[in-house]
């Protein structure tokens, strides 16, 4: 499986920005599609997933209320919505996919990543 992520970039603070993840080379269907940030010098952090069957969403607490993760099946694409945005939001976001259930708040049950792409929020 190949993800490719995109529509990274710089916005202002309050702004939105939308991402993409891109899937390809998928034999059988995802379980979910997750995605995380990343800072240098911190961990993976959760921002949400969503159950790519049922499209159940799941968010992390700090991205609940203003991001929302959406998918198109007909373009094997999820989306992520991020609304309000502020200066802490700023790191490389990546999507993740999983083909069996498991925690979605775990990057080590994801099976394939994408490439990353920077969001910078400026104040």
């Known amino acids: 499986v190949q993800l490719v992520d995109s529509g990274g970039g710089l916005v202002q603070a309050g702004g939105p920005l939308r991402l993409s993840c891109a899937a390809s080379?998928?034999?059988?269907?995802?379980?979910?599609v997750g995605w995380f940030r990343q800072l240098p010098w911190k961990t993976r952090e959760f921002v949400g997933a969503i159950r790519w069957n049922v499209e159940s969403t799941f968010y992390g607490a700090s991205v609940k209320d203003r991001f929302t993760i959406s998918r198109d099946t007909n373009k094997n694409t999820v989306y992520l919505q991020m609304n309000s945005l502020k200066p802490e939001d700023t790191a490389v976001y990546y999507c993740a996919a999983r083909l069996r259930g498991g925690s979605y708040f775990a990057a080590l049950e994801y099976d394939y990543w994408g490439q990353g792409t920077q969001v910078t929020v400026s104040s």
């Open positions: 080379g998928a034999t059988g269907p995802l379980y979910a």
